[in-house]
């Protein structure tokens, strides 16, 4: 007994020895258990990858995005070095504790 139309895998059609052409790029599976790998728990608990597009835009101005005046402005003003003690990104402010010992010192971003 054959196998049944219904049931009979797909098979490529025979080539002729004399053929220049290149055989096909193998193709990537695309069966349920692939697919299904991004939806377990421990992929669901993690924080949104960049690549995902989940990413907040940084409300931070660049030299490419702040205008002359306020880059003016940057220059003119003291520079303090020293870690992020905490920043809201949301809001535009936070505190560095500075390097040299002082006491923390408040940062604010406006555009």
Same mark, same amino acid.
């Given at each position: 007994?054959?196998?049944?139309?219904?049931?009979?895998?797909?098979?490529?059609?025979?080539?002729?020895?004399?053929?220049? #052409?290149?055989?096909?790029?193998?193709?990537?599976?695309?069966?349920?258990?692939?697919?299904?790998?991004?939806?377990?728990?421990?992929?669901?608990?993690?924080?949104?990858?960049?690549?995902?597009?989940?990413?907040?835009?940084?409300?931070?101005?660049?030299?490419?995005?702040?205008?002359?005046?306020?880059?003016?402005?940057?220059?003119?003003?003291?520079?303090?070095?020293?870690? $992020?003690? $905490?920043? $809201?990104?949301?809001?535009?402010?936070?505190?560095?504790?500075?390097?040299?010992?002082?006491?923390?010192?408040?940062?604010?971003?406006? #555009?």
């Amino acid at each position: 007994m054959g196998p049944s139309a219904g049931t009979r895998a797909e098979t490529p059609e025979p080539r002729s020895a004399m053929s220049s #052409e290149p055989p096909p790029p193998p193709q990537p599976p695309t069966h349920q258990t692939s697919v299904g790998l991004l939806d377990t728990p421990r992929a669901r608990d993690r924080s949104p990858s960049p690549l995902r597009g989940n990413v907040v835009p940084s409300p931070l101005p660049t030299r490419r995005t702040r205008t002359f005046s306020a880059t003016v402005r940057a220059s003119q003003g003291p520079v303090y070095k020293g870690v $992020c003690k $905490c920043f $809201c990104r949301s809001k535009g402010h936070g505190f560095i504790t500075p390097a040299d010992g002082g006491p923390d010192i408040f940062l604010h971003i406006s #555009e």
